[in-house]
T-cell receptor
Framework: NAGVTQTPKFQVLKTGQSMTLQCAQD?????MSWYRQDPGMGLRLIHY???????DQGEVPNGYNVSRSTTEDFPLRLLSAAPSQTSVYFC???????????FGPGTRLTVT | SQQGEEDPQALSIQEGENATMNCSYK?????LQWYRQNSGRGLVHLIL?????REKHSGRLRVTLDTSKKSSSLLITASRAADTASYFC????????????FGAGTTVTVRA
């Protein structure tokens, strides 16, 4: 099993550009989530999904969109990048929140 | 806002010593999870403790949970250089099965 994979590993965007961060898991997990990690702030939940076709907002959803058309994939879209979105983004999956979360290696995004 | 808060923010110990860090939270939980993050990498799950449990062990790790005080502690015994990392607690809230809330973490440095 590859576990949770994220692409790209690094990305530099200009303000106003859009892009999609990819996340995939091969463990047949129903629950998937996106977090951002900023220095000294821990992880903050952006969006999550409890199954294909079902998504909901987390703590900091503004400026981000998600969709879940399959169990395996959970892409995160930045609609119009802003410098405040410079961060490290982590995707995670699990059978449910009652179990451990499996994290991807992260995407380091810089918006100039 | 973050539900869990770790204390201390940073900890420096000699190899072979024990390291203890604490996590306090504000509202009732279903479970509490501890994760480790090595520099620049994704989070790795260490232990999950449910609200009806008081103590769990895994190798050199011991986690306690006191729901009356809304706090948990993580003890690493006989620390090694490889234990140098940031440690995060995450709480699964009773009021919401789908959101996991992370603290800002404790950075542990183990000196050789």
């Amino acid at each position: 099993n590859a576990g949770v994979t994220q692409t790209p590993k690094f990305q530099v965007l200009k303000t106003g550009q859009s892009m999609t961060l990819q996340c995939a898991q091969d463990m047949n997990h129903e629950y998937m989530s996106w977090y951002r990690q900023d220095p000294g702030m821990g992880l903050r939940l952006i969006h999550y999904s409890v199954g294909a076709g079902i998504t909901d907002q987390g703590e900091v959803p503004n400026g981000y969109n998600v969709s879940r058309s399959t169990t395996e994939d959970f892409p995160l879209r930045l609609l119009s990048a802003a410098p405040s979105q410079t961060s490290v983004y982590f995707c995670a999956s699990s059978p449910s929140l009652a179990y451990e979360q499996y994290f991807g290696p992260g995407t380091r995004l810089t918006v100039t | 806002s973050q539900q869990g808060e770790e204390d201390p923010q940073a900890l420096s110990i000699q190899e072979g010593e024990n390291a203890t860090m604490n996590c306090s939270y504000k509202t009732s939980i279903n479970n509490l999870q501890w994760y480790r993050q090595n520099s620049g990498r994704g989070l790795v799950h260490l232990i999950l403790i449910r609200s009806n449990e008081r103590e769990k062990h895994s190798g050199r790790l011991r986690v306690t949970l006191d729901t009356s005080k809304k706090s948990s502690s993580l003890l690493i015994t006989a620390s090694r250089a490889a234990d140098t990392a940031s440690y995060f607690c995450a709480t699964g809230l009773k009021s919401n099965d789908y959101k996991l809330s992370f603290g800002a973490g404790t950075t542990v440095t183990v000196r050789a």
